[in-house]
């Protein structure tokens, strides 16, 4: 028995396999990016998708007909749509705002005042440092840069305070593990209270008996790292409306609750122990960027 000729090339089904499976990739893709609610390029996704599945249907439906020319325009078309698919994914990345600031609810309080051009003059309060406490300000400092490199703000150190300086007068305290800032941003200025910052730790775990300057360093750091987010105007996530209730417990004394986002990983959320090694969230790092601007 003669075995039945194949009614044409080889290569026209092998090019009708791979174009559909091309289509039905970009189907699956353009499925998979699909949110609740559609947006109207969501809704032209799904649309071209459901097309796409169709043309492969109809091309494998055709190939098993024998109608193996007819198969490949239809599988021909699905690669199209795939790529359609490909080309509005493309529109969607490009569209996105490289900085992610713009996206972000504003963490800005109506009543807080941000420094012009991002320039936030400190001085320093208290009596002289010994060696130990020098070293301990350079902790203080590498905060300051953590900041600026970021976002567009710099820290102008003007040495020890001076009566009648323009700058907020930064001061290292050793019998608070969180001292509170008495404002944020620039309303500092007029502030006779300084911002403390903590060069030992009576009671937070870890720093509590620093022997090693080292690991003193790092808590220093993490604490300033959170201060001078204050100083620049950021709020303690904790005020959020949307923290945590035994978070918000911690806070001393009556706060009322702030229509700000809850940034749980943010370097201000006192309620997360990882604060206190200062290192900047996304969320910070956009949070600093809506106000400034980046570095
Ligand atoms: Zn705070």
């Given at each position: 028995?003669?075995?039945?000729?194949?009614?044409?090339?080889?290569a026209v089904l092998i090019a009708t396999l791979l174009l559909a499976s091309v289509g039905l990739g970009g189907a699956?893709?353009?499925?998979a990016n699909l949110?609740?609610?559609?947006?109207?390029?969501?809704?032209?996704?799904?649309?071209?998708?459901?097309?796409?599945?169709?043309?492969?249907?109809?091309?494998?439906g055709l190939l098993l007909g024998g109608k193996r020319q007819t198969?490949?325009?239809?599988?021909?078309?699905?690669?199209?749509?795939?790529?359609?698919?490909?080309f509005l994914s493309v529109v969607k990345r490009e569209a996105a705002p490289a900085n992610v600031a713009t996206a972000r609810p504003p963490m800005q309080l109506p009543n807080v005042e941000l420094w012009p051009g991002g320039v936030a003059p400190v001085c320093w309060s208290g009596p002289p440092l010994n060696?130990?406490?020098m070293r301990l300000q350079a902790a203080v400092g590498e905060a300051e840069k953590a900041w600026e490199r970021v976002a567009a703000v710099k820290f102008q150190d003007m040495g020890a305070c001076k009566a009648g300086m323009a700058a907020v007068?930064?001061?290292?305290?050793?019998?608070?593990?969180?001292?509170e800032t008495p404002t944020l941003g620039k309303g500092l200025l007029g502030q006779a209270d300084t911002v403390k910052l903590a060069f030992a730790f009576p009671s937070r775990s870890g720093c509590t008996r620093a022997e090693?300057?080292?690991?003193?360093?790092?808590c220093v750091y993490g604490s300033a790292v959170h201060e001078l987010g204050h100083v620049l105007g950021l709020p303690d996530d904790a005020y959020s409306q949307a923290a945590d209730p035994a978070c918000k417990a911690l806070l001393r004394g009556d706060h009322a609750a702030l229509a700000i986002p809850y940034r749980p990983a943010s370097v201000m959320?006192?309620?997360?122990?990882?604060?206190?090694?200062g290192r900047l969230s996304d969320d910070d790092i956009g949070d600093i960027r809506s106000l400034y601007g980046k570095a």
């Open positions: 028995m003669a075995r039945p000729k194949p009614s044409s090339n080889p699956a893709y353009g499925l949110a609740s609610p559609l947006s109207g390029d969501q809704q032209l996704s799904l649309a071209l998708s459901v097309a796409a599945i169709a043309c492969v249907t109809a091309a494998f198969a490949l325009v239809v599988a021909l078309l699905a690669a199209a749509l795939a790529a359609g698919l490909d060696e130990e406490g007068k930064l001061e290292p305290v050793f019998n608070a593990d969180n001292p090693d300057e080292e690991v003193l360093k790092t959320n006192v309620c997360d122990p990882s604060h206190a090694f």
